[in-house]
């Protein structure tokens, strides 16, 4: 996945009509940053069976001590060997890094 925020001609058109409406300067700065916050992404063709996965187990995320842990790997293990997924070496550590960025960004989320 890539992020992509805003970018600069779009913001400036949306300092330029805030500005024109009398808006204050506070008031700009707080809708051009939540206009960063919403971004679009784009998903990579390779990147799919990973995502398609995490998707059917993204109920397997560790949550304790109020904080995501990412995935509890003896579950996610126990269900592949279940379902009798097959998935390279590459597409598990993928799975652990996404998990983990999740996990992580919802700590974030919760933490604001």
């Not at 060997?81 to 390279?88: C, G, I, L």
């Not at 597409?91 to 890094?97: F, I, S």
């Not at 996990?103 to 974030?108: G, P, R, T, V």
């Amino acid at each position: 996945m890539n992020g992509h925020g805003p970018k600069k001609d779009e913001v400036s058109e949306l300092r330029e009509q805030l500005e024109a409406l009398g808006a204050k300067p506070e008031y700009i700065k707080k809708q051009i940053d939540a206009m960063s916050h919403h971004s679009d992404f784009e998903i990579f063709r390779e990147n799919m069976p990973v995502i398609a996965w995490f998707s059917e187990v993204r109920h397997l995320l560790k949550f304790w001590g109020g904080r995501y842990q990412g995935l509890d790997v003896s579950a996610v293990q126990a269900d592949a060997q279940m379902s009798e997924r097959q998935f390279s070496p590459k597409e598990y550590v993928l799975l652990r890094k996404l998990a983990t960025f999740i996990s992580n960004e919802l700590n974030d989320k919760a933490a604001s």
